[in-house]
C-alpha cells in the first residue's frame, strides 16, 4: 500500500478525492465480495445505512445494490455513454444557433453582454449548488459501501470491521 501524504482541510473537501475515497470504497467491497451471490434475498433494512436508499417500490436486496454501488463506479471511472451522445446532440444545436443568430442585427450586442454575465453567474451558482449535491451523494455511497462490505462479512461468519 502506498502512503499519502495527509489531506488539507480543502484537499478534503475537493470533489476529486470524494471520488477516490468512492472508488476506494466500492474497490475494497468488491475484493471482499467473493461470492456476490450471498447477496441475493438479503434485505436491506436489516442495515440503517442501506436502507435509506429504499424506495418505496423497490424491494431490493443487497445484491442489487452491491451491482448498483458497482455500475456507478463505473459510470465515474468511464464516464456515461449517453451524456456523451447527449453532449455531441447539444453541441449541433449550439453551433446552428450560433449560425442563425450571426445572421440578426449587431444592435442587440450591449443587451447580450449583460445577459452573458448574468448567465456566467447563473452558471457558478448551478455549479455550486450541483457539486455541493455530488459531493453529498459520494459520501453517502462511500457510507454505504463500508456498510455493505462490512454487513458481508458479518453474514458470511467473517470478521465486523
Known sequence: ?????????????????????????????????????LLRDVPLEEDRG???????????????????????????????????????????????????SASTSSSSSSASLSSEEEEDDNLQKQFQYHLTGLQGVLSKLTLQANSLTKRYNQEIGGWGY
Do not use: H
Open 1 to 37: 500500500m502506498m502512503m499519502q501524504p495527509p489531506e488539507t482541510r480543502a484537499q478534503k473537501n475537493s470533489l476529486f478525492n470524494a471520488m477516490n475515497r468512492f472508488i476506494g470504497a466500492v474497490n475494497n467491497m468488491d475484493q471482499t465480495v467473493m461470492v456476490p451471490s
Open 50 to 100: 442501506l436502507s435509506s436508499l429504499k424506495s418505496v417500490e423497490d424491494e431490493g436486496d443487497m445484491y442489487s445494490y452491491y451491482q448498483l454501488l458497482k455500475s456507478i463506479r463505473r459510470d465515474i471511472e468511464w464516464g456515461v455513454r449517453c451524456a456523451a451522445a447527449d453532449e455531441r446532440r447539444k453541441e449541433s444545436m449550439k453551433i446552428t444557433r450560433m449560425n442563425s
